[in-house]
């Protein structure tokens, strides 16, 4: 699923993919290095397209660039990396 960019939306403090109306986001909070995954959630029209799992990479990538630890509080976001060795 190409879901496009990944944007930071700093003042609602998630990460956001996707299209008004169909956005897959999830919550986050920056502490130091660490980024901490609070809630991920995608409209019931991107369930099971694979959006939120292109969104989790996006992030993934993101904090690579940032040198930044993840830390998954939201269970999918523990699932997900789990399932990829993260």
């Known amino acids: 699923m190409d879901a496009g960019p990944l ?8 990460f956001e993919m996707g299209e008004p109306g169909q956005i897959v986001f999830a919550d986050y909070r920056r502490s130091g290095e660490t980024l901490f995954i609070d ?4 409209p019931v029209a991107l369930r099971g397209t694979g959006a939120a799992g292109a969104l989790m990479a996006a992030i993934v990538e993101q ?4 040198k930044r630890e993840i830390v998954p509080v939201c ?11 993260l």
Do not use: F, K, M, T
């Open 7 to 14: 944007i930071d939306n700093r003042s609602a403090s998630r």
């Open 39 to 42: 809630h991920v959630e995608a």
């Open 63 to 66: 904090a690579r660039a940032e």
């Open 75 to 85: 269970g999918y976001a523990d699932a997900w990396l789990q399932r990829h060795g």
